[in-house]
């Protein structure tokens, strides 16, 4: 198989059976084209051109395959903040896991937490490692969630069975919007729909009364990103450091290599500290 190693014959990797752990940065020859129109070389001198690659991730990325890059430079760019998801006392497992994937499917990069009576750990079964590629924040209280997210720009909108909610199609999408989901049994706690600025509702036509949490969220996520990617264009998208940051962070837990890779960094930037 074709790995990115060659594309950086200068490349020194850790020897760990020395316990050395100094790393060079590769240099890329003048090969673009190779390997067709965008080969992979191409790709990486692209992402460094704009910005989105910093020196020291080169390293990382001759530790993974061309496909693999490729995908993570993708998904990134796809990545949005536009549109964020909050979950409140949201307790199972499975529940918290489909939201996740929801999430990581539909490009919103962001899950606030609030915990509830069960801690927050999703299902690996149902997650399938969509929480890897996310960013999740985890709050103590609706009041510190809202705040930090109304500082941030965000419109509060609150999932809620209540007179006074508005169908989601109804809601501007052009701002920035968090979307509150509540407790499978109990819904939102009457703080959460108090300090909310807009509630809603995903309309239905059936004899059922309610959706499934995981449901309405992935229809929500799903109703909001085609929205406001359409009504803001590439302003939905992350910005060049938001995404530089999180393609670093990725590159660095891609496989067990890159993970090796980083915790030896760690280690040694800990020992330079310490030394100091």
């Known amino acids: 198989m074709f790995c990115f190693r060659s594309f950086f014959p200068n490349a020194v990797v850790q020897d ?42 080169l390293r990382y990325v001759a530790e993974m395959t061309p496909e693999r890059f490729r995908r993570l430079y993708t998904v990134a760019a796809r990545r949005t903040r536009h549109v964020t998801v909050v979950l409140e006392a949201v307790d199972d497992g499975h529940n918290q896991a489909a939201v996740l994937r929801s999430a990581d499917a539909f490009g919103v990069q962001d899950v606030h937490v609030l915990v509830g009576k069960a801690p927050f750990r999703p299902s690996e079964g149902v997650a399938r490692g969509s929480e ?13 969630a809202f705040s930090a ?13 209540d007179p006074t909610a508005v169908p989601l ?39 059922v009364e309610s959706l499934n949490v995981s449901v309405a969220a992935a229809i929500t996520l799903y109703t909001a990103t085609q929205k406001a990617r359409a009504l803001v264009g590439e302003r939905f998208f992350l910005g060049r450091d938001e995404r530089r940051a999180l393609l670093g962070r990725w590159l660095r837990q891609a496989n067990d290599r890159t993970r090796r890779l980083a915790a030896l960094e760690k280690e040694s930037a800990e020992a330079g500290g310490d030394g100091g």
């Open 169 to 207: 199609e109804a809601l501007d999408f052009a701002r920035p919007t968090a979307f509150v989901f509540g407790n499978e049994k109990d819904g939102l706690s009457e703080a959460a729909r108090a300090l909310a600025d807009v509630r809603f509702i995903v309309p239905m036509v059936g004899f």
């Open 16 to 57: 760990e059976a020395r316990g050395g752990n100094s790393v060079s940065t590769p240099s890329i020859p003048e090969r673009s084209g190779a390997f067709g129109p965008m080969s992979d070389d191409s790709l990486v001198r692209e992402a460094l051109q704009k910005g989105l690659l910093e020196p020291d991730d």
């Open 132 to 144: 890897r590629w996310l960013t999740i924040h985890r709050h103590p209280s609706p009041e510190a």
């Open 149 to 161: 997210l109304r500082a941030a720009g965000y419109v509060i909108a609150a999932s809620a069975l």
